[in-house]
């Protein structure tokens, strides 16, 4: 399977805990994208990296997450000290090229429950 | 900031029904349209787009959308769906030069066979 990759599918923990999910894009794909998605809404956008470099992060984004995307490939998002709050979907999404009409392809995203 | 408004939160149709689902936005200057869908157990993926040229798109599996400028639409047509078509569908928009959409909050779409 040559699509968008995350890992874990699914992660229960506790209030307070550190928790990190990982991301495989397509190969060839230089832009990653993460979102957050909770029941009966959309996507919203937390940061996208072009490369290895992450270019936006979304403001409402607490500075308890962090992403990463060493050299390029894979990315991290690391979610600190979790909240009850933090439990939602997370997607990732990487697409191509250098126009901003491009597709973007997402994984099957990690499920997170903060108990 | 900009929003995205889908209208139509939970559709129930017949087979053979004709679908049309909303989507307005807030921005006013030059923006890239999108629907995605996603399949019971499946991700997300692109059903079609609209960047410039002709503003009636098509795209996969009979669908087309669209793009109204004067009234901020971009709204999504089938002429007779299926019970394949159950799914939940999303409009996305970014501003023209922006990689990063603002999708709506999607419709969930239900055909009865």
């Known amino acids: 399977d040559t699509g968008v990759s995350q890992n874990p599918r699914h992660k229960i923990t506790k209030r307070g805990q550190n928790v990190t999910f990982r991301c495989d894009p397509i190969s060839e794909h230089n832009r990653l994208y993460w979102y957050r998605q909770t029941l009966g809404q959309g996507p919203e956008f937390l940061t996208y990296f072009q490369n290895e470099a992450q270019l936006e992060k979304s403001r409402l984004l607490s500075d308890r997450f962090s992403a990463e995307r060493p050299k390029g490939s894979f990315s991290t998002l690391e979610i600190q000290r979790t909240e009850q709050g933090d439990s939602a979907m997370y997607l990732c999404?990487?697409?191509?090229?250098?126009?901003?009409?491009?597709?973007?392809?997402f994984g099957p995203g990690t499920r997170l429950t903060v108990l | 900031a900009q929003s995205v408004s889908q209208h139509n939160h939970h559709v129930i149709l017949s087979e053979a029904a004709s679908l049309e689902l909303g989507c307005n936005y807030s921005y006013g200057g030059t923006v890239n349209l999108f629907w995605y869908v996603q399949y019971p157990g499946q991700h997300l993926q692109l059903l079609l787009k609209?960047?410039?040229?002709?503003?009636l798109v098509k795209g996969i599996k009979g669908f087309e959308a669209e793009f109204i400028k004067s009234k901020f639409s971009f709204n999504l047509r089938k002429p007779s769906v299926q019970w394949s078509d159950t799914a939940e569908y999303f409009c996305a928009v970014n501003r023209g030069g922006s990689y990063i959409p603002t999708f709506g909050r999607g419709t969930s779409l239900i055909v009865h066979p």
């Open positions: 609209y960047f410039s040229g002709d503003p």
């Open positions: 999404a990487s697409s191509f090229g250098r126009v901003s009409y491009n597709e973007q392809f």
